[in-house]
């Protein structure tokens, strides 16, 4: 494997740095380019990279992230961020999950390392790779609630990584603080393919999008403080990360609950704090009302008992939409 050409942000000195890396020419004749911010600390120390809106319409973490870099002080910084503030530009600027072009796979979040010569989406993700991935020290891909009022707050991490990597990476997921931690599987993203490298990555999901402004408010903070925490875990920052009890759940113990009809969704755990109840089996969760007829079409029930850690608003849902997840009490652990 050949070595990764130096950054052109590697000799930055303590301070912010900002630029866009072109990546290809669009038919409306701009340019399409990525962003990257790169925060470089008065002390020595590793390279913790972020990516965010590597879907269009999972804007929340990177207000979060704006947040946080504007407070820190790079004079008790040891090390630098490198941040791809919105890996996606044309998934954005479309308020959708994937790149609106005309051929190839599509989803930024599937197609790490990426290929220079391939679509856009493969484009952008080699343009990534090359300028951030392979310099970093560790790395979180942070998502967040596209539309329809999603509520979540975990860290994902890759199931198929040796142990000692997995339990980095577990160590870096729970540094975050969040209510769960998700041992997942999500081949082809940057995370992943990081992984594969030998690298800590992991993938917080936290929040979504057009929320009242009091969730949104809880979690901007949540996402600020996870960040501290990881930065303290890293050795960024000076103290230590101190995880609260979390609730961990790998792929066995997770199940989504999506109506087989489309209509308008009575939700029955709408706020953020519903967030890791305990539900017991048969719990209604919410139901579907149809908007011609009026007639409940369908009632959304707990399989089992289990922690809920996926809700969203009441509102419009198609049929096969993500309305609930749980994670099942009798697999999920509890770490202290």
């Not at 917080?204 to 949540?222: K, R």
């Not at 600020?224 to 920052?237: A, C, E, F, I, K």
Request: glycine residues 12%; neutral net charge.
């Amino acid at each position: 494997m050949s070595s990764p050409a130096t950054p052109l942000w590697a000799d930055q000195k303590e301070g912010r740095f900002f630029t866009r890396i072109d990546v290809t020419t669009m038919l409306n004749g701009a340019i399409l380019a990525v962003p990257l911010h790169v925060i470089t600390g008065r002390h020595p120390g590793p390279t913790f990279g972020i990516i965010t809106n590597t879907h269009g319409d999972e804007f929340l973490a990177t207000i979060a992230i704006r947040e946080f870099i504007n407070t820190l002080d790079t004079a008790q910084l040891k090390g630098r961020i490198a941040l791809v503030s919105c890996a996606n530009p044309m998934a954005t600027a479309g308020f959708g999950r994937q790149t609106p072009e005309q051929h190839g796979r599509t989803d930024l979040h599937e197609v790490y390392p990426g290929n220079a010569r391939g679509n856009a989406t493969q484009m952008i993700a080699a343009t990534i790779t090359d300028n951030v991935l392979h310099h970093v020290d560790a790395l979180i891909d942070f998502h967040s609630g596209g539309s329809g009022g999603r509520l979540q707050a975990r860290v994902d991490y890759n199931t198929k990584t040796p142990d000692d990597l997995k339990q980095k990476n577990l160590a870096l997921a729970r540094a975050f603080g969040a209510t769960f931690v998700h041992e997942n599987e999500f081949a082809g993203s940057a995370a992943h393919y990081l992984n594969s490298r030998g690298v800590v990555a992991v993938n917080p999901e936290v929040g979504g999008a057009w929320l009242s402004p009091a969730d949104t408010g809880y979690y901007i903070t949540m996402m600020v403080n996870g960040l501290d925490g990881m930065l303290r875990h890293l050795g960024m920052l000076e103290g230590d990360a101190k995880p609260p009890r979390q609730l961990h759940f790998d792929l066995k113990g997770r199940r989504e609950i999506r109506p087989r009809q489309s209509g308008y969704l009575v939700s029955n755990y709408a706020h953020p704090e519903d967030l890791g109840k305990l539900i017991k089996g048969g719990t209604k969760l919410g139901e579907v009302i149809d908007l011609y007829s009026y007639k409940v079409l369908e009632e959304l029930v707990a399989p089992f008992d289990g922690y809920l850690f996926f809700s969203r608003y009441p509102g419009m849902v198609g049929g096969g939409t993500q309305a609930f997840a749980l994670a099942e009490a009798a697999v999920t652990k509890v770490l202290d």
